[in-house]
């Protein structure tokens, strides 16, 4: 099977925008965990948190449930190639010696554990990315880790990269939608923005039409680098006819 370099270096398909330029995945806390949060009578508990090897410095901040005397780190999904690489960083960094590595079986078991944590006030580590819905509601910081180095990235020393989500259609698509190929050429948001979106529609069990039109609304400055004058006016007049 073509992977998705050669569909693009053969033409079957073509890039046309980028949703996302900037989705982040790693290890991450609440940002309580560092900073404390006073409204909810929470102190800091890492303060000196920053780096993922300074998890070495806190294992009892995160203890194990099944063995007190270790703490505790929540693995991404099993088969996911971020999970192999975030177990040969843990044994590589040494944290195998003071926490374990949790795998939990599925994408929504792990989210379940970090907001049922979350909720009250316990301290956690673990795998997410962003965007989600959890990455929208919740107020985490990302674990810095060493600058990405693709000849080591595999063995898990370093942070992983960046990446660009990228929109996508059949080479026959411009042809067929110029005008929609020129809308994609200008549309760009953010982790935060479609994360913000997510947990929006998370939160309000709102379809995902009603969710756009929440966020156009939410973000009306959108629609003037999205669309010409014209159809930024136009559509702002039917947004304000719904309620």
């Known amino acids: 099977m073509a992977s ?3 569909d693009i270096e053969n033409g079957d398909i073509i890039e046309v925008g980028i949703l996302v330029p900037d989705s982040a995945q790693g290890l991450y806390v609440p940002r309580y965990v560092i ?12 303060p000196g948190l920053k780096t993922v090897k300074d998890l070495a ?18 693995g991404s999904i099993p088969g996911w190639m971020a999970d192999e690489v975030l177990y040969k960083k843990y044994e590589a960094y040494g944290l195998n010696e003071m926490l374990t590595y949790n795998r939990l079986g ?37 674990l810095q880790d060493e600058p990405y180095d693709a000849a080591v990235f595999a ?15 059949s080479n ?26 997510l947990a929006h529609l998370d939160e309000t ?11 156009l609304k939410e973000h009306d400055e ?10 930024a006016s136009a559509l702002r007049a039917y947004l304000a006819t719904l309620s």
């Open 35 to 46: 900073e404390g949060d006073a409204e909810r009578g929470i102190e800091p508990m890492a």
């Open 205 to 215: 069990g709102a379809t995902h039409e009603e969710t756009a039109v929440w966020l």
């Open 57 to 74: 410095k806190y294992p009892d901040v995160f203890p194990d449930d099944e063995d007190a005397s270790l703490g505790r780190i929540y």
């Open 172 to 197: 026959t698509f411009a042809d067929r939608a110029p005008e929609l190929v020129g809308f994609f050429e200008n549309y760009e948001t953010g982790s935060a923005l479609i994360a913000s979106a």
């Open 155 to 169: 063995d898990g020393l370093c942070e992983f990269p960046k990446q660009a989500l990228k929109i996508v259609s």
């Open 222 to 231: 959108l629609l003037d680098s999205w669309l010409p004058a014209e159809n």
């Open 106 to 142: 599925s994408e929504a078991t792990l989210f379940a554990s970090l907001v049922s944590a979350y909720n009250v006030g316990d301290a956690w580590v673990g795998y997410c990315y962003e965007p989600t819905w959890v990455s929208g509601k919740l107020d985490l910081v990302l």
């Open 4 to 6: 998705y370099p050669d």
